[in-house]
């Protein structure tokens, strides 16, 4: 098993930044992909970001130049820089790891843009 707990979310003006950060626990050897997925009411869950073991990283086009994933490996961490956030970014935002082909979630933190 693996435990997922993100932090750093909140309100914040449009423009503003925000770093999320996703701590993983548990069984966290060989977790490969971990990502940033978000959901804004009354829409499907979409992907945010990702990243690999080798830090390879894929951006949903709607963030590229403003969001950036990064991982700690040695603190079995991922973050996502936020950076000229919008409105439209409101949503809830989902931490996801993958071992051993079973995903795994955290319980969801709200990020807020708004004046």
């Known amino acids: 098993q693996v435990q997922l707990v993100e932090s750093g979310g909140g309100l914040v003006q449009p423009g503003g930044s925000l770093r999320l950060s996703c701590a993983a626990s548990g069984s966290i050897f060989s977790i490969s992909n971990m990502g940033w997925y978000r959901q804004a009411p009354g829409k499907q869950r979409e992907l945010v970001a990702s990243i690999t073991s080798g830090g390879s990283t894929t951006y949903a086009d709607s963030v590229k130049g403003r969001f950036t994933i990064s991982r700690e490996n040695a603190k079995n961490t991922v973050y996502l820089q936020m950076n000229t956030l919008k409105p439209e970014d409101t949503a809830v935002y989902y931490c996801?790891?993958?071992?051993?082909?079973?995903?795994?979630w955290g319980q969801g933190i709200q990020v807020t843009v708004s004046s």
């Open positions: 996801k790891a993958d071992r051993a082909f079973i995903t795994y």
